[in-house]
């Protein structure tokens, strides 16, 4: 969602109530959903019109040596008008920049609400969550740190708690570069915690890598290893879903691939932004490999202390890895 759609005569909360929003935001989400966007009024008037009445209220409260200190200030100000009104316009600016940025954050997560709505048991962000989290939302002013924070606000309406403090910290200090080449890798993260960097394609740079690491969101030059069987069997999944994949290959060999390993930030935003894992890359990758001779793709089937991969397909190379 753009910044040209929150600014379209019909607000987009309006857009979205007119489809039944309130039943989804009913409890703790609407109040941690409200927090973050506050009024939905014009913000230049309704900046003025708080100011305003703020300092009406104050004023009958000051204190004589107030009074006198703010009789100073007006006169002040009134012998330099253009700087008061280049203050209040600075003012105004600011204001309506950070609410712009905190409802394209709150349209982020309703829509992520909508699709996978909170259990009706849920206690919502506590309030010492949302304090940081609304101090770092507002300054959210690109596409992918909103739709990271969006995600991670409906992951803590959802369950309470999931998403640490860290993460919400670790996601205000990331420059757009950063946070593009975090959603890049993220098909080749599993919500263990692992990032097969060796399957990503193109592959990362050097720099690239190091940049992700000196963000803090992993730890690189690791390698994960699967061993198969005496059958020459692997079946493994990578997300937190249904699919999976079956290597047939090599008995009681290893297949190692060069990975990252995530951090508890990492690993939240793995867990939060949802990508489907690469699974095409990951065979491209393990077909280059001596011990493996096929690689299948379905849906893996637990039962007790078997597991099956129902409804295989297989997966052919696309590319020549090296070797």
Known sequence: MTDDEINQPMHWLDTLLEGGLPQVLAGPAGKAISRLIGSTADIPVAY????????????????????????????????????VDRALQSMVARSYRSQTNREAVAA?????????????????PSD?????????????????????????????IREPGKIAPTTVHFVSMLDTETAQLIERVLPVCSPDGVAMTAILHPKL??????????????????????????????????????????????????????AAVLSRAGRDLCNTVIRDFDYQAFADFALSKPEVDEVHLGQIQREKDTVELTSPIQLFPTRKESQ
Do not use: C
Request: aromatic share 8%.
């Open 48 to 83: 003025l019109e708080g100011v305003a009445r703020d300092i009406r209220d104050k004023s009958d409260a000051r204190s004589a040596v107030s009074r006198a200190i703010a009789e100073r200030v007006a006169e002040a100000a009134a012998q330099d008008p253009e700087v």
């Open 108 to 124: 982020v997560a309703v829509e992520d609400l909508q699709t996978t709505p909170p259990s009706p048991g849920t206690e919502g």
């Open 128 to 156: 010492d969550w949302m304090n940081r989290f609304e101090r770092y939302a507002e300054d959210a002013s690109s596409e992918d740190l909103r739709m990271m924070y969006g995600k991670l606000l409906a992951s803590e």
């Open 205 to 258: 740079s050097i720099p690239e890598t190091t940049y992700i690491e000196q963000s803090g969101f992993w730890t690189a030059e690791k390698t994960f290893s699967m061993t198969f069987s005496e059958d020459g069997l692997i079946i493994r999944s990578f997300k937190n879903d249904s699919r999976g994949v079956a290597l047939r290959g090599k008995p009681n060999s290893k297949l190692t691939v060069e």
